[in-house]
């Protein structure tokens, strides 16, 4: 150490400090009781309830919810106060005047295991999916986002909606009593059947100047006579 140069031995010291901080967060994993799937179109959403009582979404599948493409890996950067995880969807500079240190704080992820086994998996809490696609929403409305960037807003708003429609159904089956007597999968048919009728929409809601545009920046071919479009652009 006595060798190193003042930025050696503070990179190691970081470095050191970083591996403890991460030692100390995989010691501290719930355990999932239950686990599932929602079927969100042709997306499949792995979901999870924690020993606690928390309900999470694993990392995977929250991106794939809001239609973004890309791995789960956590983004660590040093903070005021040790280290943090910064999620991707997150991340964009557009986006930051529309974060609360609240959601900051709700996005953190959590460590857990599946159910029965020593799996390990990072997940994000349930009721932060649809304040994210708010946030994007907001970045939308105030003409903040990129015209690539639309379809992502436009997976956001389906979501926000199909989870009001199914959300207050389940609040009337609950307050009547009525989620002991329907189908054990009764709620997935509903969303299944609204999100059918929502992405049926999706085909003429953009004109085909939008499509072009996709089309050129993904470096696809664009077939103008044609209304077939790659299945990437409905994830």
Known sequence: MAKLS??????????????????????????ATHYGEIHLGSKMIPCAVLEDGTRVITQTGFLRAMGKAGGAKNTIREGVE???????????????????????????????????????????????????????????????????????AESCDLLIRSLAHVGIIALIDEATGYQTARDQLGLQEILDKFIGKELAKWVRRFPAEFYERIFKLRNWKYDPNSTKRPVQMAQ
């Open 82 to 152: 040790g280290f943090e995880k910064v999620p991707p969807f997150l991340r964009a500079h557009y986006l930051q005047p529309y974060i609360s240190d609240e959601l900051r704080q709700m996005a953190m992820p959590i460590a857990f295991t599946l159910p029965g086994s020593n799996v390990k998996a990072w997940g994000y809490r349930a009721e932060l999916l649809p304040q994210v696609c708010t946030l994007y929403l907001q970045a939308r409305d105030a003409g903040a986002l990129l015209p690539a960037q639309l379809p992502l």
């Open 6 to 31: 003042k930025e050696e031995r503070s990179a190691l010291a970081k470095k050191a400090a970083k591996s403890r901080w991460l030692a100390n967060e995989f010691s501290s994993f719930k355990r």
